[in-house]
C-alpha cells in the first residue's frame, strides 16, 4: 500500500511542479507591483532592480493625491462601473429571458446578429460613436460609457445560453396559472433563479467598464471627471523620473478588483460551471 501511494505522489510531482511553476509566472507581475508601490520613486530603474519591500508606500500614495484627485477618479470609475453592471444585468437577463424562453418570428435572425456585433472590433465605430455624443450633448458625462452598453451583446448570448437550462418552462406555466405577469416572472422567477448567471455577468461587467480606458479618455476630457486609468495615464505623462506615486495609484486601482475576483471566486466558478452536468 505505501508503495501504490509513494508511486502516485511521485508521478504527481510533475503536474505540481509545473502547477507551481505557471503560478510563479502569473503571481510574479502582481508581486513585483506591491513591491514598486513601497519604493521612493527615483529608485524604481535602479539596476538591480528592487526584490523586496520598503518603506515608501504612504509617501507615495501622499505623493498620488498631490499629483492627480485620485479619490475623485476612484469616485468616477466606482459610480460609473456601478450603473453600467446594474443596468447591463437588467437588460441583458431580459433579453437573454425573451430569446430563451419565448417563440416569435425572426428569433434566430436576431440571436445571429448579436452574435455578428460580438465580432466587430470597438475601434471601429469610434469616430461615429463620438459624432453621436457630441449631437446627444452627452460628451463629457458618464451616459456614453453607461447607456451605449446597457444591452451587451455578450450579455444576452451569455443570459440566453444560461437561462435555456435553468429556467424550467413548466415553472413559468405554473406561475402564469397563478397570475403572475411576464414582468413578474421576470423579477420573481428568472432573476432568482439565474443568480450565478447573474454573478459573472456582473463581475465580468464591473471589470470590464473599471479598466475601460478608451472610452473614458474620449468621453470624459477634464480631469477632475475622467476615471483611474485615464488619470493614471495623464500622470505618467507628467511625472519626470518620480513613479512612486504612480505606482502606488496602479496598486489602489488593482486591488478592488482584486477583492471582487477573490470574494465571489466561488460565484463564478459556480456560474460558468452550472448546466455542464445535469442530474
Known amino acids: 500500500m505505501k508503495s501504490n501511494a509513494l508511486k502516485k505522489a511521485a508521478t504527481r510531482i510533475p ?12 503571481a510574479f507581475p502582481f508581486y513585483y507591483m506591491l513591491v514598486l508601490a513601497t519604493v521612493p520613486g527615483k529608485t524604481i530603474y535602479r ?12 509617501t507615495n500614495i501622499q505623493a498620488l493625491f498631490e499629483d492627480i484627485p485620485f479619490l475623485t477618479n476612484a469616485m468616477n470609475s466606482l459610480g460609473i462601473a456601478l450603473l453600467a453592471t446594474v443596468t447591463v444585468i437588467f437588460f441583458s437577463t431580459m433579453g ?3 430569446l430563451a424562453k419565448y417563440e416569435f418570428k425572426g428569433k434566430k435572425a436576431i440571436m445571429m446578429f448579436i452574435l455578428s456585433t460580438m ?3 470597438p475601434f471601429l465605430n469610434i469616430i461615429p460613436f463620438f459624432k453621436m ?6 460628451y463629457g458625462t458618464w451616459l456614453p460609457l453607461i447607456i451605449p452598453g446597457m444591452a451587451s451583446a455578450f450579455g444576452i448570448f451569455l443570459m440566453t445560453q444560461f437561462l435555456q437550462d435553468s429556467v424550467p418552462l413548466d415553472l413559468l406555466d405554473a406561475a402564469r396559472i397563478d397570475g403572475v405577469t411576464e414582468f413578474g416572472l421576470l423579477f420573481r422567477v428568472v432573476f432568482p433563479l439565474a443568480k450565478p448567471g447573474i454573478s ?8 470590464g467598464s473599471w479598466n475601460n480606458y478608451l472610452g473614458a479618455l474620449i468621453m470624459l476630457p477634464n480631469l477632475e471627471d475622467t476615471t483611474i486609468p485615464v488619470a493614471l495615464s495623464k500622470l505618467f505623462m507628467q511625472m519626470d523620473g518620480d513613479r512612486g506615486g504612480l505606482m502606488a495609484g496602479t496598486l489602489l486601482a488593482v486591488l478592488p478588483l482584486m477583492i471582487v475576483f477573490i470574494t465571489f471566486n466561488k460565484q463564478i466558478i459556480s456560474g460558468l460551471t452550472s448546466g455542464s452536468l445535469k442530474g
Request: hydrophobic residues 65%; aromatic residues 24%.
Open 15 to 26: 503536474v505540481y511542479g509545473l502547477l507551481g511553476l505557471f503560478t510563479f509566472i502569473f
Open 47 to 58: 539596476n538591480p532592480p528592487h526584490i523586496f519591500f520598503k518603506d515608501s508606500l504612504f
Open 96 to 98: 437573454g429571458f425573451a
Open 133 to 138: 455624443m457630441i449631437l446627444f450633448k452627452w
Open 119 to 121: 465580432a466587430v472590433p
Open 200 to 207: 459573472v455577468l456582473g463581475i465580468v461587467t464591473f471589470i
